[in-house]
């Protein structure tokens, strides 16, 4: 099963990464309030990213990945020729 992993920019201007195998879905969820703890009353939210991976293991990898990255860093992964 292919799942995703994101980075959402919250309507306060804060990052957040997570992964799915369903985006629409999570979207969803995020924009009524049940997808995650962190993103409750940070709408709206604006896809930035998404990565494909081949099952949840090495999604999850990606993820963790992500979330070690500093706030710029993270930026230029989202539009590397873009300065952060």
């Known amino acids: 099963m ?3 992993v994101y980075i959402l920019r919250c ?5 957040y990464t997570g992964i799915t ?9 995020h924009d009524t309030g049940t997808g995650a703890k962190y993103t409750k009353g940070r709408g709206p939210f604006q896809l930035l990213y998404q990565e494909a991976c081949q099952g949840r293991g090495p999604a999850s990898k990606r993820e963790i990945e992500i979330k070690s990255l500093d706030r710029k860093s993270k930026l230029s992964l989202v539009s590397p020729n873009r300065p952060a």
């Open 21 to 29: 195998n369903d985006l629409e879905r999570r979207m969803a969820e």
């Open 2 to 4: 292919n799942w995703t």
């Open 11 to 15: 309507g306060d201007g804060t990052l």
